[in-house]
């Protein structure tokens, strides 16, 4: 669905504006959530019923909707390091949608400084400080205690929005060499059509439409050390682009 620009200008505002008043009753939820449950049970109780739910009423009300393939391939009771492409601020929504199990993004530095979505994200999510030597290799430990503690990671390898005419930004090997230290599977999803309603270069112009989320079989990387971090990249590379060409 298509909308001249100034409707799209003024359904983003109002999108906006709608994001800022839902996080002034949002953020005491999680404030309650992790107050009175444990910490090993606060970040399962606020992905499935806050996060996931937000993101949902929230598309609802603005006739987003997300088509998700492949859901059957995930186990929502197993541990991951999920990866995916990143083309819109529309997209860690979409993620949340797609994705059942209880996950932590690992979020810029920058994002912590948010006025309240700051504290959520320092509550539930992993950040990195991608300047720092020493603070990506913290975050790396940190993202491996998750994966220890039951909670899968997920990470854009591209590390920033895509705003090119090409599918994919190269990757970074964070999250592959998370993966094979880790042992557990890598779960490649892929996001299509996000930039059309929500496009990185003109970050409030908003349209309704569909956004499809497409899951492929994990990769195993038992067995694969050091080494194999170039051959799981590529592979989830390739997984991305076959969707995206």
Known sequence: MLLLRPFRLLYGLLAATLFAVSLLIVVPVYFLVF??????????????????????IFYIIFLIRVKVKGRELIDKNKTYVFVANHLSQLDIPAYAIACR??????AKIELTKIPLMGWVIHKLYLSV?????EARHRSMLNMRKSIEDGISVFICPEGTRNRTSEPLLP???????????????????????????????????????I?????????DTRGMTEADVPLLKEKARALMLAHLK
């Open 35 to 56: 107050t009175f449950f444990s910490e090993k049970r606060a970040p399962h109780i606020a992905h499935k019923y806050i996060s996931r739910s937000w993101a949902k």
């Open 101 to 106: 199990n209880t996950i932590r993004f690992l």
């Open 129 to 133: 400080d991608r300047s720092n030597k």
């Open 171 to 209: 990757f970074k090997d964070g999250a592959f060499r998370l993966a094979i230290e880790a042992q557990v599977p890598l779960a490649v999803l892929t996001v299509i059509d996000s930039q059309k309603l929500l496009s990185p270069l003109r970050p409030v112009e908003l349209a309704p439409g």
């Open 211 to 219: 956004i499809h989320a497409i899951w492929d079989a994990p990769i």
